[in-house]
């Protein structure tokens, strides 16, 4: 079997199923100075399928999921870069072998970081798939079987209302503001999970994502506050790439269960986080840390190491559905609430195969590969 050179092709981002931007104020990576910018990078996301066609008439699909200005474009032409020199001919069986080829033979020369790994991602998935159609069966199958039959579901956005309405047990919050708001952004920061939890009751477990905004101090600070709210975790409270301020958060903290990673590329940083016990709960995102090959090895040494994992975004497309359900340490799924409060979960624009939750749970399709079907218009050529 052997992959063609004419073989990706994009979904005009405009009609595609996606991420709608969230209203709700959230602090950012740069909110350590007092700017706060126009547009965060929820409205920049652009997701794009690709597809990848091989010589009997199989294909598979991955998706390019790049924010922060790099965009679709970038990743689309490494996905392009990527294709014409290392699946030409290939065998698109030997997905594990693929993504090492890829990845020492490109990081050195491109760079790591989003582009690289988006395109090694997209690529990744849709060798999954074709494996799948081709031998007729769900990926999870794939990966071992299904260790559960339902996900538990968790909300993401701050319509809290909303999201008990459609039926969520957990719900996580984006922090609305940061060390450059001082004493009064603290203070709104604890009225927004208290007001929070009055409202859910003791319950629903409540989570909050802080988008790399703090640092140690402003960490510590904030948690203590909202010890008496019973957080299950916080989230992302510094930038990736500090590895010493995570251990310093994890020694000031020991009671708080620490969550971070959608932004960690490739499964060497998460060795880091779990050999020093930097964190608990790992939280690598299937379209930027290198696909699902990336994903499961980072599952399989946090599953060693008695860690829980939990895909960012995992529970919107079959991609991570698929893979959560086969992973004996991924108990959850993120569900990013994309409609307006009041709008069903139906009327969300997804990819074709993606299940809904349904009060709080999630199942997966059957398949075969990850179950999704994209309509042929929806396809047109890359020319990039
Ligand atoms: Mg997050």
Known sequence: ?????????????????????????KVTSIDIYDVKLAATAATQWNPVVVRINTDEGIYGLGEVALAYGVGAPAGLGMVKHLAERFLIGADPFRAEQLWDEMY?????AQGGGPVVFGGMSAIDEAL???????LGVPVYELLGGKVRDRIFAYATGNDTDWQLELGFKAVKLACPYGPADGLWGLDENEKLVAKTRELVGDQVEIMLDCYMAFDVEY???LAERLRPYQLRWIEEYLIPED?????????????????????????????????????????????????LTACRRIAQMADAAGLTVILHGGGLHPFGQHLTVAMPNMP??????????GVPLEEMRRIPGTRLPVDG????????GFGMDIPEEWL???EG
């Open 128 to 134: 999954w798939d074709i494996k799948g159609k081709a």
């Open 380 to 382: 047109e050529p890359f």
């Open 1 to 25: 079997m052997h992959i063609l050179r004419k073989g990706v092709l994009q979904q005009p981002p405009s009609q595609l199923p996606g991420r709608e931007q969230e209203n709700a104020r």
């Open 219 to 221: 960490t510590v600070r």
């Open 243 to 291: 590895l010493d301020g995570h251990m310093a958060v994890r020694r000031r903290l020991p009671w708080q269960t620490l969550a971070t990673g959608e932004h960690m590329y490739t499964p060497w940083p998460f060795r880091q986080l779990i050999v020093r016990g930097a964190v608990d709960i790992l939280q690598p995102d299937i379209f930027w840390v290198g696909g």
């Open 104 to 108: 020492r033979r490109t990081f050195w």
């Open 361 to 368: 749970w999630l199942t997966v399709n059957d398949g075969p």
């Open 332 to 341: 959850w799924a993120e569900f990013f609430i994309a409609s307006p409060p």
